[in-house]
């Protein structure tokens, strides 16, 4: 046996230069889980105070002390085989100090398969369950000794900090488990427990309070957007209404005209029977506002807009005995507009059979209802079967000013009355 320069323990991974050394940290932790290894105890010594350091992490918190940063690695002319020989020790010292003699018999051990010890399943399985890895949890219930849940939970409070914590422990194969003495009174390890529970509790309240932050920032957004929205909706139901009332108040001008222009022809009418001569003045101020209106009129179907508007003044005179027809042939047809507008991918609300009973009493069998959909954009196919409007001719555009002029005609008194 040889080529170990150092002991390890196996409680808390500290590297010790001698046997001495290890039962000199027997006696301080009561550790008593030694190993040869092959590891060097590094000797760095700071050029600044020749302090030495045994470790990285000594030095790194001497620089972090001091500020001094440069050290000088003399581990090579420290460093020395371990003696493989037990120290002589007499019987009344190996009875007084039982963990110094464990450490010297453990470097006897080095050239021994190692294995993962065994452990309670059991008790495993339920710390697994309690969120702690299976190599921290294997590792407790083997330097408990497989005393108990709590046991280990203790074991793992009072080792939490150590460096390697979550690895997986090995023995010697032919190593025999003892149940550990507790190193706390029953007292301290309630205690214990229960700082345990506090740190879990306290740490679950901070969890739910970020998490609580977090959803309130969810919340405030979310309600930023919807208010965004809700403005942009507002606005453009506004421009909406704004469009619709401009339209009717347009409707409603061109309606007051045709009427005060009636009445000058009636005016008119009646002084010829009476025999009266015209009014000169009169009749020389209305004809050039009717000529305007006559040479205007022919200009404006050249929109949609203007088309559908005469297609269902057009429609409502041909009809005006039965208002209540009219009516219904309006709103049918805002349906089949609406439907397309808001539901344009969907071929069932863009395809009408012209044949159809319910189609024909309410829109079809009315002069006027298939050429409004015309203007909207449907065609007739199958031979005329059916009315289709093909989803790369769908105009929201067209299908919006449809629904402002249907919507006007369907409130607007003045509509088509003349």
């Known amino acids: ?107 006897t051990d080095q050239n021994e398969d190692m294995v993962v010890p065994e452990v309670d399943k059991k008790l495993l399985e339920e710390l697994e369950n309690m969120g702690f890895s299976t190599a921290r949890a294997t590792r407790a219930l083997h330097y408990s000794g497989n005393a108990g849940l709590e046991a280990a939970v203790s074991w793992i409070v009072e080792h939490e900090n150590d460096p390697d914590i979550d690895q997986m422990p090995l023995v010697p194969a032919n190593t025999k488990i003892e149940a550990a003495k507790p190193s706390l009174t029953p007292e301290e390890l309630k205690a214990k427990q229960q700082e345990l529970r506090e740190r879990a509790r306290k740490k679950k309240e901070e969890e739910e309070k970020r998490m609580e932050r977090e959803r309130e920032k969810e919340r405030i957004r979310i309600g930023k957007e919807l208010l965004e929205a809700k403005k942009i909706e507002e606005e453009n139901e506004r421009k909406r209404v704004l469009a619709l009332r401009k339209a009717e108040k347009e409707e409603e001008k061109r309606a007051r005209e045709k009427i005060k ?114 203007i909207c954009g449907f065609e007739k196919i199958d031979g005329g079967e059916f009315l289709f409007l093909p989803r790369d001719k769908v105009e929201m555009a067209v299908l919006n000013s449809a629904g402002s002029e249907l919507d006007s005609a369907i409130k607007n008194p003045f509509f088509g009355v003349l």
């Open 261 to 374: 222009q009636k009445l000058e022809e009636d005016k008119a009418e009646r002084r010829r029977r009476l025999g009266l001569p015209p009014e000169e003045p009169s009749a020389a101020k209305p004809s050039p506002v009717v000529e305007e209106k006559k040479s205007y009129v022919p200009i404006r179907p050249a929109t949609k807009a203007e088309q559908m508007r005469e297609c269902l003044r057009s429609l409502k005179q041909n009809h005006k005995e039965d208002d209540a027809r009219v009516k219904r042939a309006f709103q049918t047809l805002l349906t089949y507009v609406g439907n397309v507008a808001r539901n344009p991918d969907e071929e069932k609300f863009r395809k009408i059979r012209l044949t159809n009973q319910s189609f024909q009493e309410r829109v079809g069998s009315l002069k006027g209802g298939v050429e409004f959909l015309e």
């Open 1 to 107: 046996m040889g080529g170990g320069v150092s002991l390890k323990c196996g409680d808390c991974g500290a590297l010790l230069r001698s046997v001495e050394e290890a039962q000199e940290h027997a006696e301080l932790t009561s550790h008593s889980n030694f190993s040869e290894s092959t590891e060097a105890v590094l000797n760095l010594v700071c050029t600044a105070c020749s302090k030495p350091c045994r470790s990285k992490t000594e030095s790194d918190l001497h620089t972090k002390r001091t500020g001094h940063t440069e050290f000088v690695d003399r581990t090579s002319e420290v460093v020395k085989p371990i003696s493989l020989e037990p120290p002589k020790v007499d019987a009344t010292a190996s009875s007084e100090n039982p963990s110094a003699a464990a450490a010297a018999a453990a470097s």
